[in-house]
């Protein structure tokens, strides 16, 4: 069991994705045969497993390399396919999606969804056109590693957190609107990275983030649906607990993973 344990940690962030699997499976099986899924606590561990598989495959701003090589290679203005490439970056973008759920998780009404995805959606787009245009120089892991605590800071924040620890409410609205500022900041220190022509460079980003904004609201029509059925379970209120507690495991596995690629880069 201890064993079992330890391979897990040593490969959740240095293995690849099967070699994860494995091990992730023997901790299940060990864990069946101590009883240990009788304890309260045993989703956490499983939870950190399936989190690590996807870590390192779909780490934040990923972008593949069918798509990056597609950049480098074309010139000119090209609407539709950078739209397409932006929905595409948005609704796989596993750091935009968490923060997004934790946003929206305690609102109920259209107007005030509306206000804060508005809020993230102008901070996102922002900094993305800006940092872009104007080249502007940046870590991307550090800038990627403060996005994986703005998933930690909603999670705390929709525990009520601030309010035991500190006796203060952060202003969430300026929150959501600066972290959306990283959000887009840490996709524009990728795309600068593919050497795009400047040949129609501003129509091409402004598609792109017309595409963001479409990937978004399909990313934020299906997260509301989800979550407009389990608002209906009578355990909806006991497992909010349970999920933003989770939520948080994965914004510190985030967090994690782009301190440890500083470190070692």
Known sequence: MVVTVFAFISVTFAGTQTVRAYVCLQLTREF?????FRRPDWW?????????????????????????GY??????????PYAYLGAKHMVTGYDHLLFLFG???????????GLYVSLFALGHSSTLLLGVYFNIPANAYLIDAIIGLSVVYKALDNLGAYQRWFGVQPNTKVATLIFGFFHGFGLATKIQDFDMSPDGLLPNLIAFNVGVEIGQLLALSA????????????NFYRQAYNANVLLMTAGFLLTGYQLIGYFVA
């Open 32 to 36: 069946h045969m101590t009883n240990f």
């Open 44 to 68: 956490r561990l499983l939870v950190i497993c399936a989190a690590s598989l996807w870590s390192v495959g779909a780490i934040a701003h990923g972008v593949t390399a069918g798509d990056q």
């Open 71 to 80: 950049i480098q290679e074309i010139s000119g203005i090209h609407l539709l």
């Open 103 to 113: 946003v929206v998780f305690f609102l109920y009404r259209l107007k005030h969804i």
């Open 223 to 234: 997260i509301l649906i989800v979550m407009g059925f389990w608002r209906r379970t009578d």
